[in-house]
């Protein structure tokens, strides 16, 4: 096959991240070395894959991964191995929040789990990419809902 090939799935994926990417950059950077620095809740196969796409694009930097499962948030962190400095291994989201100078994060945890991780997000000023969708019941999507509506940061809800 072509060196040059690119799968229909792999370019799907960049531009997907590319694009959750663009609603998440500040519209106040200042120069050529400003990055926008993320965290990602949720890091099993989706968040693994949208990861890969991420750390492929310049200007964004993943500071901090967060899973419940320890494992698998250190397998995270190693795919952004080449950052520096380090990628920080969460297991608690609301630690995470309160301990890393993000602009924004993903959530990309199992469907019934978007609203308990992408409100705090979202209260804490930050931007917001969520898994689709946006939750599983209709007053769990009101809530969030209500937290987007409020929130400084830009939520964005897509696959």
Same mark, same amino acid.
């Not at 789990?113 to 930050?126: D, F, K, R, S, T």
């Given at each position: 096959?072509?060196?040059? #090939?690119?799968?229909?799935?792999? #370019?799907?994926?960049?531009?997907?991240?590319?694009?959750?990417?663009?609603?998440?950059?500040?519209?106040?950077?200042?120069?050529?070395?400003?990055?926008?620095? *993320? +965290?990602?809740?949720?890091? %099993?196969?989706? %968040?693994?894959? *949208?990861?890969?796409?991420?750390?492929?694009?310049?200007?964004?930097?993943?500071?901090?991964?967060?899973? *419940?499962?320890?494992?698998?948030?250190?397998?995270?962190?190693? &795919?952004?191995?080449?950052?520096?400095?380090?990628?920080?291994?969460?297991?608690? #989201?609301?630690?995470?929040?309160?301990?890393?100078?993000?602009?924004?994060?993903?959530?990309?945890?199992?469907? %019934?789990?978007?609203?308990?991780?992408?409100?705090?997000?979202?209260?804490? +000023?930050?931007?917001?990419?969520?898994?689709?969708? &946006?939750?599983?019941?209709?007053?769990?999507?009101?809530?969030?809902?209500?937290?987007?509506?409020?929130?400084? +940061?830009?939520?964005?809800?897509?696959?």
């Amino acid at each position: 096959m072509n060196q040059n #090939f690119v799968s229909r799935r792999s #370019f799907l994926q960049t531009a997907a991240a590319a694009s959750a990417l663009s609603l998440t950059a500040p519209s106040n950077v200042i120069g050529a070395n400003d990055e926008v620095v *993320l +965290g990602m809740i949720g890091t %099993g196969g989706r %968040g693994k894959r *949208l990861l890969q796409a991420i750390t492929n694009i310049k200007g964004y930097r993943v500071a901090a991964v967060c899973d *419940l499962v320890p494992e698998r948030a250190a397998q995270a962190a190693e &795919i952004c191995e080449s950052y520096k400095p380090k990628v920080r291994e969460y297991t608690d #989201f609301n630690k995470m929040l309160a301990k890393e100078k993000l602009d924004a994060c993903f959530v990309v945890t199992e469907e %019934g789990n978007h609203a308990q991780c992408a409100i705090p997000v979202l209260e804490a +000023g930050l931007h917001c990419f969520s898994e689709k969708p &946006i939750e599983v019941s209709v007053e769990k999507v009101d809530r969030v809902v209500q937290a987007a509506r409020k929130a400084k +940061g830009i939520y964005q809800v897509g696959y």
